[in-house]
């Protein structure tokens, strides 16, 4: 391929700027899901959703996003489990735990691998502050 052709094909590429940043919420609750897909929607990020880890995990396989955000307490793979598997499919994914449970479960996802957590519930604003700290980090 000569440079013109290359400076062609670039030119077609979508440009930095124009790119929305990715987000693939994992949650098996149904509330939760919609309330983050508006709310993200809005902040002007492409939103992906999963109803539990093993579904989340197979996503972001083929879809490797910006941000994961993941519940812990699911059905068939757990948020510990898919924090751990996605991190090792990317270094570079920003992860966020959140659960209404102990504390604890929030202590081992930042071990295996989560860079930031939040206890449930919580509002839209804590949530965003929390993704402006990722971001940022
Ligand atoms: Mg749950």
Redesign the pocket.
Known sequence: MNAKKIEERVSELPKQNDQHKTILIV???QS?REVLITFFDEQGYDVLTANDGREGIALFESNPTDIVIT????PRVE?IETIRKIRKLSRTVKIIAM??YVDSYLKEAMILGADDSINKPFNTEDLMAVVNRVNAG
């Open positions: 949650d098996d609750e939760i519940d812990i307490v699911m948020g659960t209404g």
